[in-house]
């Protein structure tokens, strides 16, 4: 019986042209198990065909566990080949960072800027495929031509103005336009089978009729940006909404790409999520940036609505998990 159960994992390996290394030291071990008690064995009449079949139900065992391992790695990984990310507001403040953030990961970017020269400015030169650039102004439906659209698989939307009248309303770029109208535009124009669109709102747009919150929306900052997310969840398209506190570091403006990548939020690194409108605090455009980059691909935030401040502390940087943790978190109050 030995010198059989010796010769045993190689017929295997012969008879089951699939069967890999460890299989056949799995099969190995599970022979030499049976043969130290070949004397039971012959108590219990388990000659070679009931110890074969043993044998065998357990390497079909083992290479079942092991396929299943392997196809649960391969569904964990989501190739950034696959993803075409258009991003609306690439050129300011969070916009530069979260398409930073993109050019890091190797996934690819399509932005509308109103000056594409900018895209250069900002991020250097980069090779055409993975950083498209089209000429564009979301608060002119006429200017959204549906070739921008073609391939976009995931949107990020973090378009925005001051609060308080400033030179940055020149040109009508007032809240009204770019929070509401521009919104607007750009969720109408997609197409359905974009997977996601992320939107970056504020905090206290709930609320813009009470105080301190009126204060923000005298020129209807809040009210407006309100509007957008409204529309956007009535869109039908799947959507994550992030709501940033007032926000710091930045905007990095003219810098080139290896300035974006170096940026850091200091010791405020530590992120707090919330939902219902309650958090109150500031949030770090990296912050921002980067929770809008995780939600992309995180089945728990489709059509949540997010409120994101910064704190002390160590934070997750761009691990997925980490902020997988953190949405589910916020998801369960």
Known sequence: MASTTSTLPMAFAQRHHSVTQRQVLFFTKFSNRVSLSSSLASKRSCNYNCFYAKAQNALNEEAVETKSSELKKDTQRTPSSSKLVLVAGGSGGVGQLVVASLLQQNIKSRLILRNPDKA???FGE???EKL?????????QGDLDPSMFEGVTHVICCTGTTAFPSRRWD?????????????????SALPSS????VLVSSIGVTKFN???WSIMNLFGVLKYKKMGEDFLRRSGIPFTIIRAGRLTDGPYTSYDLNTLLKATAGQRRAVLIGQGDKLVGETSRIVVAEACVQALDLEVTENQVYEVNSVEGEGPGNEAKKWQELFEAANTF
């Open 210 to 212: 009470e105080l301190p």
């Open 120 to 122: 250069t400015e900002l």
């Open 132 to 140: 498209q650039v089209f000429k564009g102004d979301t608060r002119k």
């Open 171 to 187: 040109d009508d770029n007032t809240p009204e336009r770019v929070d509401w109208m521009g919104v607007k535009n750009l969720v």
């Open 194 to 197: 974009v997977k996601s669109v």
């Open 126 to 128: 980069q090779d055409k």
